[in-house]
């Protein structure tokens, strides 16, 4: 038993390292200068330099991502480019409401599925079996960004898309 858990951890410790080389590399690929974004549109050349210098951004992407692990491992993934304030502090303050809404959508869950299941499988061949499948079945069918954009109105919440073409986009995929 202990030799399988070492393994699964094994296992893990190598997914998220090659995880987090690949979203590293494919965020590093985005097309647009980082330096750019993080001094503003109206930097002269010396602000990106010292930005560029600051960050990093001139050595090559296998050693900013080591570096980035490094820290990372340390428990310092940075500062928000956005608000400028600490990702870690930033995660700590939505922690507590991902894991309420978590639990929360596992309850209702849970909640729904045992009594559709024990419902199919005691009427089964029945069209309560039928519906209950059916729905099961179109909600794991359903996007995650649908179903969670998506209220009873069909529509994202006023204000989550930035432009009315976006927010017609989202509505009509749902």
Known sequence: MLEFLVQRALIS??????????????????PG???RVMAGTDADAAGLEAVREKYGLKDPIPLQYLR????????DLGESIRTREAVVRTVATKLPITIELAALSLIVAVGIAIPAGVLAAVRRN???DVVTSGASLCGVSIPNSCSSRCGSAGC???????????RSRISSAC
């Not at 980035?68 to 428990?75: N, R």
């Not at 994202?156 to 976006?166: I, L, W």
């Open 156 to 166: 994202p919440p006023r204000g989550s898309c930035r432009s009315g073409r976006a």
């Open 13 to 30: 410790v190598v997914t998220l390292c090659v995880i987090s080389m690949i979203v590293f590399t494919g965020v590093r690929m985005i």
């Open 68 to 75: 980035w692990a490094a820290l990372a491992v340390q428990g």
């Open 33 to 35: 200068d980082p330096a």
């Open 126 to 128: 029945t069209i309560w």
